[in-house]
């Protein structure tokens, strides 16, 4: 059962991608139970955030996918001098992409007789703290999907530059945090460090506009009034808080084995 459910989530995924005018690369899957190590490390470290089984009752685990930028998207944004409208406009695209997308899961997962929950892509957390109550992020780093990287973002085996989505479900899907292998039909290890902080990488830090990335804690206030500077220059669009720089310097933006 645990493979069909994950092939579906996974052909839905891929379908609604396919059906964009934007370009991405192949989506990542993975999964983690509840009871895991791993998600509660995350709640104890995170304890704004809302835990899953107070979302659902009765979950069991968590499902979370990464839908990759392609390498021009990223690329563009990079070497701009300020976020490109484009950057924005896709920003907002795959917000509604992500929310139909899990909308989706979440029927098919109804037909099979599994309950399931999600939250929008974005906008989840509290204004005045800019915490997240729901982070997409942190429950694909508990699925495995990835470790944090200098910016504070999730560095999938496809780069960092995409957005996550997850789901809670009242079913047991895997053993661990892992990544699902559509080829193999089973869940593969989770990914591994790939960030390049140790041996002296620094782009990320040096492309950030505001110098938030330059403290330690990072600074969230600094970076949240950039964002809405931006949303602010393209009024004409929904909500585009977004910037990118971040996520588009490095050598973590696009990894090109997938």
């Given at each position: 059962?645990?493979?069909?459910?994950?092939?579906?989530?996974?052909?839905?995924?891929?379908?609604?991608?396919?059906?964009?005018?934007?370009?991405?690369?192949?989506?990542?899957?993975?999964?983690?139970?509840?009871?895991?190590?791993?998600?509660?490390?995350?709640?104890?470290?995170?304890?704004?955030?809302?835990?899953?089984?107070?979302?659902?009752?009765?979950?069991?685990?968590?499902?979370?996918?990464?839908?990759?930028?392609?390498?021009?998207?990223a690329f563009a944004n990079?070497?701009?001098?300020?976020?490109?409208?484009?950057?924005?406009?896709?920003?907002?695209?795959?917000?509604?992409?992500?929310?139909?997308?899990?909308?989706?899961?979440?029927?098919?997962?109804?037909?099979?007789?599994?309950?399931?929950?999600?939250?929008?892509?974005?906008?989840?957390?509290?204004?005045?703290?800019?915490?997240?109550?729901?982070?997409?992020?942190?429950?694909?780093?508990?699925?495995?999907?990835?470790?944090?990287?200098?910016?504070?973002?999730?560095?999938?085996?496809?780069?960092?530059?995409?957005?996550?989505?997850?789901?809670?479900?009242?079913?047991?899907?895997?053993?661990?945090?892992?990544?699902?292998?559509?080829?193999?039909?089973?869940?593969?290890?989770p990914a591994p460090k790939?960030?390049?902080?140790?041996?002296?990488?620094?782009?990320?830090?040096?492309?950030?506009?505001?110098?938030?990335?330059?403290?330690?804690?990072?600074?969230?206030?600094?970076?949240?009034?950039?964002?809405?500077?931006?949303?602010?220059?393209?009024?004409?669009?929904?909500?585009?808080?977004?910037?990118?720089?971040?996520?588009?310097?490095?050598?973590?933006?696009?990894?090109?084995?997938?």
């Amino acid at each position: 059962m645990t493979n069909t459910i994950m092939a579906s989530l996974w052909q839905t995924c891929t379908t609604f991608m396919e059906a964009q005018p934007l370009t991405y690369r192949q989506p990542i899957l993975g999964a983690v139970p509840l009871d895991n190590p791993r998600v509660k490390r995350w709640l104890e470290a995170h304890s704004e955030q809302v835990k899953p089984d107070e979302c659902l009752p009765g979950a069991r685990s968590i499902v979370a996918f990464f839908v990759p930028f392609s390498k021009e998207m990223a690329f563009a944004n990079r070497t701009a001098s300020y976020p490109t409208e484009a950057w924005a406009e896709d920003y907002v695209r795959t917000n509604k992409l992500l929310a139909e997308t899990t909308t989706a899961m979440i029927d098919q997962l109804a037909h099979m007789g599994v309950r399931a929950m999600t939250a929008k892509p974005t906008h989840n957390f509290d204004e005045k703290t800019l915490l997240s109550f729901w982070s997409h992020k942190h429950m694909a780093w508990a699925c495995g999907l990835g470790e944090f990287g200098r910016h504070h973002m999730v560095i999938t085996p496809a780069g960092v530059a995409g957005r996550f989505a997850s789901l809670i479900v009242d079913c047991v899907l895997n053993d661990g945090p892992g990544i699902w292998d559509p080829q193999k039909e089973a869940f593969g290890p989770p990914a591994p460090k790939l960030c390049r902080e140790d041996a002296g990488c620094r782009a990320c830090e040096r492309s950030c506009p505001t110098g938030a990335l330059t403290t330690r804690p990072f600074d969230r206030h600094k970076c949240y009034d950039f964002l809405l500077e931006v949303d602010r220059t393209y009024h004409h669009l929904p909500l585009s808080d977004v910037c990118g720089f971040c996520a588009c310097a490095g050598p973590c933006a696009v990894i090109e084995n997938r």
